[in-house]
């Protein structure tokens, strides 16, 4: 900075302004600075500046990996982080740390190697959350803990997710709708999306007067086909499929044509939480719940900057839901004949008309 200074005959602060930006500088002086630092290929090491400042200017992305690696949907969420990231100066490195990586995490806290942190894949009960907090780290959550007292997050609201999607199967005349989640140990271990999507479901389907079917699935797609199976098992007369897990959707609608069930003729489908270019890689198009994880990643890290920069304010909690995209997978109920000549779904009496259907919603909302 030095010889920075004595090439552009300026003083040593007024570089220091130049390259911080804490004062205003005149666009003359900038350009005497920056050509004097293009001349001695001077770059500021980030590294010192953070020694000096005690920052950073690095955020940490934390979530679990897994030999699945990063599908299109969870890509949109880190792609709007390191977007919001970088239009406010400061680096986003993504970190493998899951639930279980506690440890780790406190050590990695303790070195100071990030400002603040954004956690995906949060559970019901994450202690990465507690880890952090002792650590001094900011933190703000995409997804919820059970107690969000004192944190900033914001999630997808599952609840409407979940009711609009059921919404749109109902008003096309499906009374047997199975959920297919994501697996029995992911729901075990307290996932906050997969209990709540499950609590969301059980209220959407009894508030039809329907009974909600539920089977986990691997998320894979040989774990989609055994969740079909799984599925028909309860319900050989099921006419819609409800699925949160893009890992299994594929093998459920493979197992499907396996069967020679026709989607949506025979069958209609629905994925949730997913993507466009996912939703548009199925034959046919999968209608979707299309997930805001662009959004999310880009309102985390902002709530997060503003709290590194001291403009915090109140703790940031905000829902979004996913918005329903119709495409080539969900249809009206195929009309066939029933028991005692009467025509409607395998199993149910006659479809619900549109305007059942929000009579019904306008009364339970």
């Not at 010889?3 to 911080?20: E, H």
């Not at 890290?301 to 119709?326: K, T």
Request: charged share 20%; hydrophobic share 45%; proline share 5%.
């Amino acid at each position: 900075m030095h010889d920075v200074a004595r090439l552009a005959r300026v003083s040593v602060s007024t570089v220091s302004y130049v390259l911080t930006g804490t004062r205003p500088i005149s666009q003359a002086t900038r350009d005497k600075v920056l050509a004097a630092m293009a001349e001695l290929e001077y770059q500021p090491n980030a590294m010192a500046r953070g020694l000096a400042s005690r920052r950073s200017r690095i955020v940490g992305l934390l979530m679990p990996m897994d030999e699945r690696g990063l599908g299109a949907t969870e890509t949109a969420f880190v792609t709007g982080a390191a977007a919001a990231a970088s239009a406010a100066g400061y680096h986003l490195v993504l970190s493998p740390v899951g639930a279980a990586d506690s440890d780790d995490l406190r050590r990695l806290a303790s070195q100071r190697m990030f400002d603040g942190a954004v956690l995906m894949e949060v559970q019901v009960e994450d202690p990465r959350v507690t880890a952090l907090q002792e650590a001094g780290v900011p933190l703000v959550l995409i997804g919820r803990t059970g107690d969000t007292a004192g944190l900033s997050y914001v999630d997808i609201d599952f609840d409407q997710t979940v009711r609009d999607a059921v919404d749109h199967l109902v008003e096309l005349g499906h009374r047997r709708i199975v959920y297919v989640n994501h697996s029995a140990a992911t729901i075990e271990a307290g996932y906050g999306p997969a209990l709540r999507t499950r609590d969301s479901f059980v209220a959407a389907m009894q508030g039809y007067g329907l009974e909600p079917l539920m089977t986990p699935a691997e998320d894979s797609a040989a774990g989609g086909r055994a969740a079909l199976a799984e599925a028909l098992a309860q319900a050989p007369d099921l006419t819609a499929v409800l699925a949160m897990n893009e890992s299994a959707i594929f093998g459920i609608l493979g197992g499907l044509t396996t069967l020679g069930v026709a989607v949506p003729d025979d069958v209609s489908v629905v994925s949730m939480v997913t993507s466009a270019q996912v939703a548009e890689l199925a034959t046919p198009a999968l209608t979707a719940m299309a997930s805001p994880g662009s959004a999310l990643g880009r309102i985390a890290v902002e709530a997060l900057l503003r709290q590194l920069e001291g403009a915090g304010g109140d703790h940031h909690q905000q829902l979004l839901p996913c918005a329903l995209e119709i495409r080539g997978s969900s249809g009206a109920v195929r009309l066939s004949p029933a028991p005692g000549g009467d025509t409607g779904p395998p199993g149910t009496g006659p479809p619900a008309t549109s305007t059942e259907g929000a009579d019904h919603r306008a009364a339970t909302r």
